[in-house]
């Protein structure tokens, strides 16, 4: 059985990434890509559907960190005969992805097992393994393939290949598994410790850009190295999170494929990268934003592959029971197909943060952005599913219609402050009245709170972002009163939900766990309204629900206090990022991004 969420640790190479348990099982990687079938699902599943132990043989305690500021994962297993460590990380060469285990005796003696349980597919395709002439074992099955080198004897032993073997002080036995397309020449093998060097260094040096963040350093670090591992070095993709199908309810069907990139983290992308001081991967995530949405206006999606692929058609994998029986597993994602009016504005806005932070750009990106509004003058009045991609119908949501706003606000200010070619009286004439229909329709005069629809009753956490994009200032008596409803009806045990899913918005049965991004949007509130206390509390509650290694899923429940749905989560680690920097200076993101002209 699948260990918590919180108990799972990642290792990566830029390309795809590992999750490894306190228990030293690796139980999902999928390779090559972040999206790539998984060959390791026991996440999703038990060990039968693919899995890496490497632990300590008989009982022992575990204790594990990350090694300094990189993804090399250090765990420590101790018994009554000795201590061991195991090292993963993972590196990459040109086709092929590395994944190294590296276990080095601490104190005394420890007797160590491994059981290797290769299934490509998902867990539906048992390898074929065979001995190389080098030592090397082969597990081919179809375009794939998998060598394991080590000095350990191995054995196959009911479709697994095990090993027993032990490790004394300053002893150390190393793994190497790699991937290739079966129909490729093998590769050379892999020095593990000329590797490990190199891994680090590549960490290292790629921290050393950080912009520090007072005391809250660390935790802002780790969440950048955590976005780092979630991108894709050749295309600058940063994808959602890391797996599919971890449930946002436990035992029910909220599952749903996060390996992909969504086009509205694009400004909360931009704005942790460059306050973080990571310039390079702020101009590839720009660069690829501008590739995903070039082409004709009428085709954009919400979400594409991490290389920009439009085709992510969902389908269900029968042979994997889910996460604690949480089924369906999903494999892509039907929300592709949806009409989500507020990415518009999550675009628009980010192409103009990119161009205030002086971001070199092509010729061919304001032409881009003009055609998306000229689009969007077309459309913006219609319903559409939404923020939480809702599976129950199109409606007027409030926070479309405000990020079609800022769409328009936004390609208004970057043809005014960067000479532009523009219409801007029509441009301005439209945000007009988007901005007299949301406060007019979106608005509750009953509960002084903007609402979730047109029309409705029910609140919506996307509401917090009204002040937060600068739609309305948040000394606004409208802003102040949709804070204290949220508080009133959608905060938690101290936590925020995205809506009451017993409303059926979304057309799936009701329940699932808070929604960390929108706490930190709700601190992110405090601040823009000078509660600066509640900020800091609300954040150090928030700092404290990290697993131990820093990470973060989606969702948390604080009853059972467990982290819910898809991990590492990029948006929470994004919020977490823009609300500590937002504490620590009058100019930080939400401050950037909330200021208005007199409108």
């Known amino acids: 059985m699948a260990g918590r969420i919180e108990d799972y640790a990642v290792i990566g190479n830029c390309e795809t990434i590992a999750l490894v348990g306190h228990d030293g099982s690796i139980d999902w990687l999928g390779l090559p890509r972040f999206d790539s079938a998984a060959c390791f699902a026991a996440l999703l599943g038990g060990s039968d559907h693919g899995r890496w132990l490497l632990a300590a043989a008989e009982d022992a305690r575990s204790t594990r960190r990350y090694r300094g500021d990189t993804l090399i994962l250090e765990t420590d297993f101790e018994t009554a005969e000795g201590a061991a460590r195991v090292v993963d990380f993972m590196s990459r060469r040109d086709g092929v992805s590395d994944l190294v285990r590296i276990?080095?005796?601490?104190?005394?003696?420890?007797?160590?097992?491994?059981?290797?349980?290769?299934?490509?597919?998902?867990?539906?395709?048992?390898?074929?393994?065979?001995?190389?002439?080098?030592?090397?074992?082969?597990?081919?099955?179809?375009?794939?393939?998998?060598?394991?080198?080590?000095?350990?004897?191995?054995?196959?032993?009911?479709?697994?290949?095990?090993?027993?073997?032990?490790?004394?002080?300053?002893?150390?036995?190393?793994?190497?598994?790699?991937?290739?397309?079966?129909?490729?020449?093998?590769?050379?093998?892999?020095?593990?410790?000329?590797?490990?060097?190199?891994?680090?260094?590549?960490?290292?040096?790629?921290?050393?850009?950080?912009?520090?963040?007072?005391?809250?350093?660390?935790?802002?670090?780790?969440?950048?190295?955590?976005?780092?591992?979630?991108?894709?070095?050749?295309?600058?993709?940063?994808?959602?999170?890391?797996?599919?199908?971890?449930?946002?309810r436990i035992g029910a069907a909220r599952n749903w494929d996060y390996r992909f990139c969504w086009l509205r983290d694009a400004t909360f992308t931009l704005y942790a990268l460059i306050g973080g001081g990571v310039i390079t991967e702020a101009k590839a995530w720009r660069n690829w934003l501008l590739r995903a949405v070039a082409g004709s206006p009428d085709a954009l999606q919400v979400i594409y592959g991490v290389a920009g692929e439009t085709r992510l058609t969902e389908y269900e994998i029968p042979w994997l029971p889910g996460y604690e029986n949480s089924a369906p597993v999903r494999v892509g994602n039907a929300a592709a197909g949806q009409l989500q009016i507020d990415v518009y504005g999550e675009v628009l806005d980010a192409l103009y943060v990119a161009r205030r932070a002086g971001l070199e750009e092509d010729g061919a990106s304001w032409a881009v952005e003009c055609a998306l509004v000229t689009h969007l003058e077309g459309i913006w009045n219609l319903p559409d599913e939404g923020i939480w991609e809702v599976r129950g119908g199109p409606r007027h949501f409030t926070h479309s219609k405000v990020m079609a706003w800022v769409a328009f606000d936004r390609a208004i200010r970057s043809a005014e402050e960067f000479s532009m070619d523009a219409p801007l009286e029509r441009w301005r004439a439209v945000r007009d009245e988007i901005h007299r229909q949301v406060c007019e329709r979106g608005f509750d005069i009953a509960q002084n709170a903007f609402v979730q629809s047109y029309g409705a009753t029910a609140l919506d956490a996307s509401t917090l972002l009204i002040a937060m994009v600068g739609f309305l200032p948040a000394s606004d008596p409208r802003v102040q009163g949709t804070v204290a409803a949220i508080e009133r009806k959608l905060v938690r045990n101290g936590l925020v939900l995205r809506y009451d899913t017993s409303v059926g918005v979304d057309g799936l049965a009701p329940g699932e766990g808070s929604f960390l991004a929108c706490s930190f949007w709700l601190a992110d509130n405090y601040v823009l309204l000078g509660r600066l206390d509640d900020a800091q509390a609300l954040f150090e509650r928030l700092l404290s629900l990290r697993n131990d290694v820093g990470l973060l899923a989606e969702e948390y429940d604080p009853v059972a206090r467990r982290q819910l749905g898809n991990f590492p989560q990029a948006f929470s680690h994004l919020a977490l990022i823009n609300t500590a920097r937002n504490l620590l200076s009058a100019g930080g993101p939400v401050h950037q991004r909330a200021s208005v002209r007199d409108a």
């Open 103 to 248: 276990v080095q005796g601490l104190r005394g003696t420890v007797a160590m097992r491994t059981e290797l349980v290769v299934r490509f597919e998902y867990g539906s395709r048992v390898p074929w393994v065979a001995r190389l002439a080098d030592g090397r074992l082969q597990l081919i099955a179809g375009g794939e393939r998998l060598l394991l080198d080590t000095a350990v004897p191995l054995r196959g032993e009911n479709m697994r290949t095990v090993g027993e073997f032990s490790v004394s002080a300053g002893e150390e036995v190393s793994f190497s598994l790699c991937w290739t397309p079966s129909f490729q020449s093998a590769p050379g093998k892999l020095e593990a410790q000329s590797a490990l060097a190199d891994v680090e260094k590549f960490w290292l040096g790629w921290a050393s850009a950080f912009t520090p963040a007072a005391e809250w350093s660390d935790a802002v670090l780790r969440s950048l190295l955590t976005l780092k591992a979630l991108a894709h070095w050749q295309t600058g993709g940063i994808v959602a999170a890391g797996t599919t199908s971890l449930p946002e």
